[in-house]
């Protein structure tokens, strides 16, 4: 009987395809095993035609099942999350600068600290009075607000590469998350020409030039990538577009595809290295990296 | 040129000789007669064929096939051979993959990674003749290895090794021959061919299990 304990099939009612399907996405085995010829031995099914039925069905409900978990694991949480980090980090830094001009005058506080620093250490602090209680149980508040906010951002550091590995990948998953936020979702990003992804973010600018009074932007918030900010400012303009191109490719891979592709990366770092050799090329070659 | 597997049957297609089998047609491929044309540009295992590397298969065969993505390959697969077990990681490409299955009963879809074998190893059977193998993965050649404890003592792997998976920088031809050698633990190589006709930096690789 032993040689059953690691089949897909070992204590599955063949009459439940439920838990047949189960038992395909839990099991794990040390070795394959001639499986049709034992399950017939043990009674699982009559004879091979009838297991690779079963099998079939099993197989079929299992990966149908595995793939809309997986799927469910979507952009639309990982936006809920974006979203909710940037508020966190918002509404902690606006009551930390009430604690500022409140605590400021009512406790002395010696440490040189400002901002979710000060309240910090005014958190620590043991009130004398109810007034201090207030605004000490205020610091308290914005303190955990700022942990809520790292703990969302380690959220979408795990759940962006399943959501959009090449996307992440390319971008990191901070950028990946907020621009699948910018347009509402993978599959409306994917759908974007890669002259809107350079400048989502900067929509402001972006209509002041189209009204006539201003320079067409360079970059959204693709500036915050390193392939940008890293970049020396008049060169700016071709890596912003050059990033644009590659993370539209990898947001249209990652929503019809799915699946991780190494070449997409390689030809944004090739074209990288171009753009940037220019900085080098020049009489000012000396002057690459320093602005940042 | 050396023989189709039965059930693979050349057709002319527009003017054009193609590879074709017969069963439900899935991705939109044109058919004739009741059977699917078979894209080798769209299929590695169908540029083996087309291109006239010996595969050795003849029909009928058990199949564990690694890296099946939407089905596309697979279901030509299906069409011809016995119990085929298909193993893709992506879950996108899954859904699509379940729609092909469903209407092929010897056609086993798994949601599972190739490099794994455990996750898989209590449902794929031993024993079988064939592995067809076309994941895009850094350590092609590892994978093949790892997965031949599936195969018959003398069972098959057709293999397409894609170098640029493997180092995007390195020239084909490096990364082709560090395959070969890693394939040589596992397998005795039969016959190794560039697809470049069809596909860009892949190689066509028959071999055997030591």
Redesign the interface.
């Not at chain 2, 990681?89 to 859904?95: G, Q, T, Y």
């Not at chain 2, 009963?105 to 949601?111: E, S």
């Not at chain 2, 074998?117 to 024993?127: I, K, T």
């Given at each position: 009987m032993t040689e059953t304990d690691d089949a897909w099939f070992a204590g599955v009612d063949p009459g439940d395809p439920e838990a047949a399907a189960a038992a395909i996405r839990g099991s794990e085995a040390d070795e394959p095993r001639d499986w049709p010829a034992l399950a017939v031995e043990s009674g699982f099914a009559a004879d091979e035609g009838e297991y690779y039925d079963r099998l079939h069905e099993a197989t079929v409900d299992a990966a149908r099942e595995a793939a809309r978990a997986a799927e469910r694991a979507d952009d639309q949480q990982l936006i809920h999350a974006l979203r909710a980090m940037d508020d966190a980090e918002r509404t902690a830094n606006e009551l930390a600068e009430r604690l500022e001009e409140w605590a400021g005058a009512l406790l002395d506080v010696e440490e040189d600290a400002t901002g979710l620093d000060f309240a910090a250490v005014v958190a620590q602090r043991d009130p004398a009075d109810a007034t201090e209680e207030r605004a000490i149980s205020l610091a308290q508040r914005a303190v955990d607000l700022r942990e809520e906010r790292d703990d969302l951002r380690a959220f979408i550091e795990r759940r962006a590469p399943e959501v959009a590995p090449n996307l992440a990948e390319m971008a990191g998953p901070v950028l990946a998350a907020r621009l699948i936020s910018l347009t509402g979702g993978l599959e409306s990003l994917a759908k974007k020409p890669s002259g809107t992804v350079q400048v989502l973010g900067a929509e402001d600018a972006l209509f002041a030039h189209l009204r006539g009074h201003a320079p067409s932007p360079k970059h959204g918030v693709i500036f915050t990538h390193e392939f940008v900010r890293g970049t020396r400012p008049e060169d700016r303009g071709s890596a912003a577009r050059a990033l644009a191109g590659k993370l539209s490719i990898a947001a249209r891979i990652d929503h019809y595809a799915g699946d991780r592709r190494e070449g997409v990366h390689g030809d944004l770092r090739d074209r990288m290295e171009t753009i940037r050799a220019r900085a080098g090329e020049g009489a000012d070659g000396a002057t690459e990296g320093d602005d940042e | 040129m050396s023989e189709l597997p039965a059930g693979v049957g050349r057709r002319t297609v527009a003017g054009e000789e193609r590879l074709t089998t017969e069963g439900e047609p899935v991705y939109g491929e044109p058919t004739v007669d009741g059977r699917r044309v078979w894209d080798a540009g769209r299929s590695k295992l169908g540029a083996m064929l087309e291109l006239g590397m010996d595969t050795r298969l003849s029909g009928g065969e058990s199949v564990l096939y690694l890296g099946a993505?939407s089905g596309t390959t697979v279901s030509h697969v299906a069409d011809f051979a016995g119990?085929t077990y298909a193993v893709e990681?992506?879950?996108?490409?899954?859904?699509d993959?379940?729609d092909v299955?469903?209407s092929r009963?010897?056609?086993?879809?798994?949601?599972a990674d190739a490099r794994k074998?455990?996750?898989?190893?209590?449902?794929?059977?031993?024993?079988l003749d064939c592995i067809v193998q076309d994941v895009?993965?850094?350590g092609q050649a590892a994978v093949a290895n790892r997965n031949a404890?599936?195969l018959a003592a003398d069972g098959l792997l057709l293999a397409a090794i894609k170098a640029?998976?493997e180092d995007?920088?390195a020239e084909p031809d490096a990364v082709f021959e560090d395959v070969r050698e890693t394939l040589g633990e596992a397998y005795e190589l039969l016959e190794t061919a560039r697809l470049d006709r069809y596909h860009e930096d892949h190689l066509g690789i028959v071999a055997r299990k030591r």
């Open positions: - | 993505a119990p990681f992506a879950p996108r490409p899954v859904r993959l379940v299955a469903e009963p010897n056609l086993f879809p798994l949601l074998p455990r996750e898989y190893a209590g449902v794929v059977e031993s024993g895009a993965t850094r404890e599936f640029r998976s995007v920088v």
